[in-house]
């Protein structure tokens, strides 16, 4: 399963859409905005989709290191509510341990 279909069947359901943002970003820089928004609604996955600029991109890496631009290897990282950032996640983490984290996170 991928982690997009986890966060779509296993993670969202647990959190009111008020209090937990979920955005998947796009680091193909070349995809187009209307392909991008097609496959969401095509998967059913009703949460932001975004494309990162070239900017972007390189404030990830110099954040987290290249491996945020390496969508094979399923990095995520957490925002918090006062703005700082978890570390990189990287790898099919089981959901439990997401909303686990979610809610740890969230203080």
């Known amino acids: 399963m991928t982690s997009q279909r986890r966060l779509r069947d296993d993670v969202l359901p647990q959190f009111p859409s008020d209090d937990v943002v979920f955005i998947s970003i796009s680091v193909e820089t070349n995809v187009r905005s209307e392909n991008l928004a097609e496959y969401a609604r095509d998967e059913n996955f009703n949460w932001q ?7 972007m991109m390189i ?7 290249r491996d945020v631009s390496n969508p094979p290897r399923q990095p995520d990282f957490i925002i918090r509510p006062d703005g700082t950032t978890t570390d990189l996640l990287l790898g099919l983490t ?3 341990q997401t909303i686990d984290q979610i809610r740890r996170e969230s203080g």
């Open 49 to 55: 989709f975004a494309i990162a600029t070239s900017e």
């Open 59 to 65: 404030s990830l890496v110099d954040t987290f290191g």
């Open 94 to 96: 089981p959901a439990s």
